[in-house]
């Protein structure tokens, strides 16, 4: 069963550190992806937890929590390092909410590796921990980035040439992706089907583009 209260006082947390951003107050549109982005790692999260067995209200708050430090100015290596110092930002509140020092750590260790599989404090590699960072990565194929990457890349303005080139490299780049591990069945599964999802979409787009140029034999 989930504590509402807890996740409601997490969802307060972490919008009060948005607000006071002084990029995000420059760039609102940043801020609201960051946000959206967060609330779908945390539902995924909550998704492996039920699966797994994992405590739901630790897992979605050390989601919510994961990217935090996006309220900070990033230095040179600021991105890099965003899941170390969304950790240190993370551990005062999490202290606050009254949870005890094993699940604190063990949700700040998540919070740390999720970017680059790397903390500076000790600490256990977990399932529980681990799945931060699945959950993250799950969400880098949904739907919606889709749309967004395309969008990014200039793909409407490609030559047909470009395109095509430009499909079947990331084609090439999925098939690699399916077999990287996840902590947990839950995760391999949720994984597995949203990259058979984008290799779907891709693989269509592909037959697509080779039919708008000819008469195919």
């Given amino acids: 069963m ?11 947390f972490l919008k009060q550190k ?4 002084l990029y995000f107050a420059a760039h609102p549109d940043a801020k609201a ?5 967060t609330y ?68 700040c260790y998540g919070i740390a590796i999720h970017v680059d599989d790397e903390a500076d404090f000790p600490g256990e590699r977990t399932a529980f921990a681990m799945s931060v960072g699945d959950a ?25 040439e470009d ?10 780049r999925l098939h690699k992706f399916m077999d990287l591990p996840n902590a947990t069945k839950a995760a391999e599964k949720m994984w597995k089907s949203r990259l058979e999802f984008y290799i779907e979409f891709y693989e269509k787009l592909a037959d697509q583009l080779r039919c708008s140029k000819s008469i195919l034999d």
Wanted: glycine share 8%.
């Fill in 18 to 21: 948005f607000d006071s951003g």
């Fill in 136 to 160: 993250d990565n799950i969400d880098r194929f949904d739907v919606y980035r889709i749309h967004e990457i395309l969008t990014d890349d200039g793909f409407l303005g490609m030559s047909y």
């Fill in 2 to 12: 989930i504590d509402r209260e807890l996740i409601t006082k997490t969802e307060e």
């Fill in 40 to 107: 779908r790692v945390a539902n995924i999260g909550r998704q492996i937890a039920l699966e797994e067995g994992f405590d739901e209200t630790e897992m979605v708050i050390a989601c919510l929590l994961h990217d935090v430090s996006y309220c900070e100015e990033f230095g040179e290596e600021g991105w890099m390092e965003h899941g170390r110092h969304s950790a240190k930002i993370a551990r005062p509140f999490l202290q606050s909410l009254g949870l005890r020092d094993d699940r604190i750590e063990d949700i």
């Fill in 33 to 37: 992806y960051r946000l959206e982005h």
């Fill in 163 to 172: 395109k095509l080139k430009y499909v079947m490299e990331r084609l090439e």
